[in-house]
């Protein structure tokens, strides 16, 4: 998009009309379904949505391998959205709500929103167990590690949301992320996708929608009005987080390829040939599309536009580019 075109106008949902939103939100029944045995045969996930969808070497794998490889990806996304939900979410939530002031209306939708994250983490973690029985017998993270310095990193950062308040942007980037992943597996053919995995991305959906615009009203409440430098050096360690973590391929991700190479030895000659073209895909313009981009996350680019100091992320972000009014 030219930096010159029109910046088109989003309209936030204001807090009131969020929380009727919630009062009204009914989840579909589901009890039958929980009773039926994951079907093997099935994508768990969209596969535009999996990072080594987007290297060539995936295109050269049998079908099953790329089916095993979707189902190990969406066992990893739905550890790692637990993760944010359980960690990082809920823990910026309780640090407002201490915070003197808040008001009424956002003390109602944060307290939603920290109580539909504890029903999400449930979900993900029936999922997994249903998945592999055996890998979630003891211990919820199978394929996602987090190391103890950037969990303290995490920590210290979602505790103090005054002066790292780049955390809301974290929140809002993510979750439109997971919308987007949502809304790719619910377009998928029904028979193409497994049913446990499509009623969970279809639920989340209409919780995640609500949760994007409280984090839009967190940005203009708590990001919007902080000194200009406080929002530079904010921006910057945005920046960071995003180029390091939050866009290429993770430990993770390798993580993921190596276990689909110890289930078929057969890949094990082609394993560094995977792990090489997944740690490319950072430079990636088609992965980096569906990653960040104004139809994956069109209000985190959006809110961009709006604050100067953001329009460094076009140098992280090859589809960023801003919008000046
Ligand atoms: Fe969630
Ligand atoms: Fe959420």
């Known amino acids: 998009m030219p930096a010159t075109a029109p910046r088109t106008e989003m309209r936030r949902m204001p807090l009131s009309k969020i929380t009727a939103v919630a009062r009204a939100s009914i989840h579909a029944d589901a009890h039958e379904l929980w009773d039926t045995p994951v079907d093997r045969s099935r994508y768990f996930v969209c596969p535009t949505t999996t990072p080594l969808y987007y290297a060539k070497i995936y295109h050269q794998l049998a079908s099953h391998h790329q089916i095993r490889y979707n189902q190990l990806t969406a066992i990893l996304f739905s550890e790692l959205i637990s993760y944010f939900e359980s960690q990082f979410a809920a823990s910026v939530c309780a640090a407002i709500a201490k915070s003197k002031g808040v008001d009424a209306g956002l003390t109602e939708c944060l307290n939603r929103f920290v109580a539909d994250e504890q029903d999400h983490i449930e979900l993900w973690r029936r999922l997994s167990r249903l998945s592999e029985p055996d890998w979630y017998s003891e211990s919820g993270w199978m394929l996602f590690r987090v190391t103890p310095p950037v969990a303290a990193t995490l920590q210290l950062l979602t505790r103090r949301p005054q002066w790292f308040p780049m955390v809301y942007w974290i929140m809002l980037a993510l979750?439109?992320?997971?919308?987007?992943?949502?809304?790719?597996?619910?377009?998928?053919?029904?028979?193409?996708?497994?049913?446990?995995?499509?009623?969970?991305?279809r639920e989340h959906l209409k919780d995640e929608m609500r949760h994007v615009q409280i984090d839009w009203h967190l940005i203009d409440l708590y990001y919007s009005n902080k000194s200009s430098t406080l929002r530079r050096c904010n921006a910057r360690l945005l920046q960071t987080a995003i180029g390091r973590f939050l866009l290429p391929p993770t430990r993770s991700a390798v993580r993921v390829v190596q276990r689909l190479a110890e289930e078929f030895p057969e890949l094990n000659e082609l394993l560094p040939e995977m792990k090489r073209q997944l740690r490319s895909l950072a430079e990636n313009a088609a992965y980096q599309q569906m990653m960040y981009s104004r139809e994956t996350t069109p209000i985190t680019f959006g809110l961009f536009d709006r604050f100067p100091e953001m329009h460094r992320m076009q140098t992280t972000l090859l589809s960023y580019c801003p919008v000046r009014s």
């Open 175 to 201: 979750e439109e992320r997971s919308l987007d992943l949502s809304r790719r597996c619910i377009k998928m053919e029904t028979e193409q996708i497994e049913p446990h995995y499509l009623w969970v991305y």
